[in-house]
């Protein structure tokens, strides 16, 4: 039942011999650099260059043969790097970052400072948060929601339950419609069968794994088992259970302090749960249904010594502070596939996924004046997704044509909950920061893949559609000075990808691609009131407001991506140029209003934005080197660099991260591999800092700008059995303190706990793997 793209007709013909005296020419300028290269890798880099990829064009097909870039991060890659989040998987694809939740944060603390971008998140090519389209094997993942000191991101994942990660960059709205204006990220699990093939190709009646693992960079100790069976010829069964107990992830600060001088992480404990089952029938040779039922669950636990005033003087000083949080998601699941072999389809997928994500999170915080102050704040998501794809493959004597088509439906409904003690005047508990909304979009698309002879042409079309009903304004933050409002659009969304193979080497491919994204319920509705003294001896009381923008208006994206692929011998090598304009980009949080007695923060558009930038990655297979036989060397590397500004302001764009490169060697015979690889992050500079927009206008202040370093980490694998594996790393070895721009932005430069936001130190982590 696997959609390939076997369909493509042979090459037929000698190719010039100017492409092959290019291709030898760039390999031979290669080769010279050995030294430069051997100096770094990624632990994952044989991974990431795939073979074969589904997010890219929505059925499986070689990467290779898509006109835009994609990567994989195979579950070689993750296990081999030992990643145990997100930031770890992603770390090595190029223009692409992970933001991290605040190293240090108070029970009521503002998100203006660091969630201006539109919440925490996968960072795309300058651009993340809900932009990006998160799935778990095609169903969507719950959104990220900021508002004030209400904080939910997307961590709703176990890597351990994943065979692999699926990137897709640049919009690709045109297959998925909103949330996929930045890329795609779908993270595919396993199934049955991946544990039930036996060495000789047969299929065994039980298998499965046992892996564990512990991280010194926050102290944590992992275990996952899986069992899958042959329950019969037509039936398979797998049940996966993972456990992670862990601490804080440990900063380079180095003061102690139990207050608001600390720059060592706060105590906290943290526990993951996630439990993945799977049941396949395969009732004849053309039908597969795949049943699935998925839990996940972490929870936090937290003792704020960095929110304490060290000296404490005025009421609201806050003398003891904790927090915890919990976070859940449940996914039940069918995806049946069809082999219908009919004049308008081949095949036939469908998809029916009911999902469930809440979100709960208690501050406790001790004032100076005696108060006891709770904050209660919960986020839930409740979603069905349906989804029906078709596929059609035509031929001809010198060309074939696959079409893909078919229609998506989600319903979102959304809730939030404002709660606890002693809340800031005027607000009143409970209340909602926006009222329970449902979240409707649907789209009819339709793609082509037509190949004829070194070409293929791959246009696509979506029609899509979103509504946001609001459902009551019960509670909406009393009183609201005006009623929360629908809110409801359509748009047309075209693409078109051309890829041309002008030798068996060599091929360039080009896509246009436009994007959009509707505004979400809590970002055209959102409301805050709070009321804060200045410090002594001022008299002064500041209102501090966050206001709805029911005039929001959807954002959309035209963009252009341009690449080269070479595929030899012995090298790989992707070269991708990319430009995209964007109108009436959303950003969260503004400061739009300001007076001595008022701060007002509304979520606008950017009129006009630009984004723009490159990206090179390859390998290098140096071949059997050394004294053993069977022993292989690679080379590896990547760089990204963007750039982006605000074409209304002419200011840059602040969620842009420098740029970062990665290369590497690695070394493997059948029973041991080792690793170094090390990464380079470029200093962010000032004049890449848009001051106003990150809240630092207070005349004097300086925004801290991450300097530039360089990291090493060492990884050594042992391979005890075929069936056993030790993977033992040393990572940041030199134990170099730096930062990333995603997590420090907003902090000031004199900021005496700048250390608090700085990556872990050296650290080293130990897994061990075994397959039965």
Same mark, same amino acid.
Request: glycine share 8%; proline share 6%; no cysteine.
């Given at each position: 039942m696997a959609f390939s793209s076997s369909f493509a007709p042979s090459r037929a013909g000698a190719q010039s011999a100017r492409w092959h005296t290019l291709s030898l020419g760039i390999a031979l300028a290669y080769g010279l650099l050995p030294t430069a290269q051997a100096q770094l890798a990624p632990a994952s880099a044989h991974a990431t260059l795939p073979t074969v990829v589904v997010s890219g064009s929505r059925h499986e097909q070689a990467n290779d043969d898509l006109p835009l870039s994609a990567d994989i991060v195979s579950e070689e890659g993750l296990r081999d790097q030992q990643s145990r989040n997100l930031r770890q998987a992603l770390q090595d694809l190029p223009n692409t970052e992970v933001r991290s939740s605040p190293a240090r944060l108070a029970v009521g603390a503002g998100s203006a400072a660091f969630a201006r971008d539109g919440n925490m998140g996968i960072q795309i090519r300058g651009l993340g948060g809900n932009r990006v389209l998160m799935t778990v094997d095609g169903i969507r993942m719950p959104r990220s929601y900021v508002s004030r000191s209400a904080m939910f991101d997307r961590e709703y994942l176990t890597l351990e339950t994943f065979k692999r990660i699926e990137l897709v960059r640049g919009p690709a709205s045109a297959q998925y419609g909103g949330d996929g204006m930045a890329g795609v990220v779908n993270f595919v699990t396993h199934d049955p069968g991946d544990f039930l093939k036996a060495d000789d190709g047969s299929t065994k009646t039980v298998g499965g794994r046992i892996a564990a693992g512990w991280s010194e960079e926050d102290r944590s100790t992992t275990l996952t088992g899986t069992v899958a069976a042959q329950a019969s010829d037509r039936v398979q069964w797998m049940l996966t259970a993972s456990g992670r107990k862990g601490h804080a992830m440990q900063t380079m600060g180095d003061n102690g302090a139990a207050n608001n001088h600390r720059t060592k992480a706060d105590p906290l404990d943290t526990e993951d749960r996630a439990v993945l089952g799977k049941l396949v029938w395969k009732p004849d040779g053309v039908q597969r249904h795949t049943f699935t039922v998925e839990h996940s669950q972490k929870k936090l636990d937290a003792d704020l010594l960095s929110s304490r005033i060290a000296t404490p003087t005025k009421p609201n000083d806050v003398v003891d502070e904790y927090t915890d949080s919990r976070i859940e998601r449940n996914r039940l699941a069918w995806d049946g596939r069809f082999g219908l072999q009919t004049a308008w389809a081949d095949h036939v997928r469908a998809v029916v996924s009911v999902q469930h994500a809440k979100s709960h999170r208690v501050g406790d915080s001790f004032l100076n004046s005696g108060v006891h102050r709770i904050r209660d704040n919960r986020y839930q998501e409740k979603t069905w997704q349906l989804g029906l794809q078709a596929d059609k493959v035509l031929r001809g004597k010198d060309w074939s044509s696959r079409f893909v088509y078919g229609l998506d439906y989600v319903r979102n409904d959304i809730s939030n909950l404002y709660t606890g003690q002693a809340p800031l005047a005027p607000e009143v508990f409970p209340l909602k920061r926006f009222p329970d909304t449902?979240?409707?979009?649907?789209?009819?698309?339709?793609?082509?893949?037509?190949?004829?002879?070194?070409?293929?042409?791959? /246009?696509?079309?979506?029609?899509?559609?979103?509504?946001?009903?609001?459902? *009551?304004?019960?509670?909406?933050?009393?009183?609201?000075?005006?009623?929360?409002?629908?809110?409801?659009?359509?748009?047309? =969304?075209?693409? =078109?990808?051309?890829? &041309?193979?002008?030798?068996?080497?060599?091929?360039?491919?080009?896509?246009?691609?436009?994007? &959009?994204?509707?505004?979400?319920?809590?970002?055209?509705?959102?409301?805050?009131?709070?009321?804060?003294?200045?410090?002594? /001896?001022?008299?002064? !009381?500041?209102?501090?407001?966050?206001?709805? $923008?029911?005039?929001?208006? /959807?954002?959309?994206?035209?963009?252009?991506?341009?690449?080269?692929?070479?595929?030899?011998?012995?090298?790989? =090598?992707?070269? !991708?140029?990319?430009?995209?304009?964007?109108?009436?980009?959303?950003?969260?949080?503004?400061? !739009?209003?300001?007076?001595?007695?008022?701060? !007002?923060?509304? +979520?606008?558009?950017?009129?006009?934005?630009?984004? &723009?930038?490159?990206?090179?990655?390859?390998?290098?297979?140096?071949?059997?080197?050394?004294?053993?036989?069977?022993?292989?060397?690679?080379?590896?590397?990547? &760089?990204?660099?963007?750039?982006?500004?605000?074409?209304?302001?002419?200011?840059? =764009?602040?969620?842009?991260? /420098?740029?970062?490169?990665?290369?590497?060697?690695?070394?493997?015979?059948?029973?041991?591999?080792?690793?170094? *690889?090390?990464?380079?992050?470029?200093?962010?500079?000032?004049?890449?800092?848009?001051?106003?927009?990150?809240? $630092?206008?207070?005349?004097?202040?300086?925004?801290?700008?991450?300097?530039?370093? +360089?990291?090493?980490?060492?990884?050594?694998?042992?391979?005890?059995?075929?069936?056993?594996?030790? *993977?033992?790393?040393?990572?940041?070895? +030199?134990?170099?303190?730096?930062?990333?721009?995603?997590?420090v932005y907003g902090q000031a430069a004199n900021s005496a706990t700048i250390d608090a936001y700085s990556q872990p130190g050296r650290n080293v982590r130990l897994s061990l793997v075994a397959d039965f």
């Open positions: 449902h979240e409707i979009s649907a789209g009819l698309f339709v793609q082509n893949e037509t190949v004829l002879g070194d070409w293929t042409i791959t /246009p696509g079309l979506r029609i899509d559609h979103f509504r946001i009903d609001v459902q *009551n304004q019960d509670l909406y933050f009393p009183p609201a000075p005006q009623p929360a409002k629908d809110m409801s659009g359509s748009a047309v =969304l075209p693409k =078109l990808g051309l890829l &041309y193979r002008a030798t068996p080497e060599w091929s360039v491919f080009g896509q246009y691609a436009t994007g &959009y994204r509707a505004p979400e319920a809590g970002q055209v509705n959102d409301r805050f009131r709070a009321q804060a003294p200045l410090p002594p /001896p001022s008299s002064i !009381v500041v209102d501090n407001y966050i206001i709805a $923008n029911p005039d929001l208006k /959807p954002e959309r994206s035209r963009g252009i991506e341009l690449g080269l692929r070479g595929r030899m011998e012995r090298l790989s =090598l992707d070269l !991708v140029g990319f430009y995209n304009r964007y109108s009436n980009l959303i950003e969260d949080a503004r400061l !739009v209003e300001r007076t001595p007695t008022k701060q !007002v923060f509304q +979520t606008v558009n950017i009129s006009r934005a630009k984004i &723009y930038g490159f990206e090179l990655k390859g390998i290098y297979d140096w071949g059997q080197i050394g004294g053993w036989a069977d022993g292989r060397l690679r080379t590896s590397f990547s &760089y990204g660099q963007s750039r982006g500004r605000d074409l209304e302001s002419n200011a840059p =764009l602040n969620s842009i991260s /420098p740029a970062q490169l990665s290369m590497g060697l690695r070394y493997d015979t059948p029973q041991w591999g080792v690793y170094a *690889n090390a990464r380079h992050y470029a200093a962010k500079r000032d004049k890449d800092i848009d001051l106003v927009s990150i809240g $630092n206008n207070k005349a004097g202040t300086t925004q801290f700008a991450t300097p530039s370093a +360089t990291t090493l980490d060492l990884g050594l694998q042992w391979r005890a059995r075929k069936d056993v594996r030790l *993977n033992l790393s040393v990572h940041n070895v +030199t134990d170099r303190k730096y930062w990333r721009w995603a997590d």
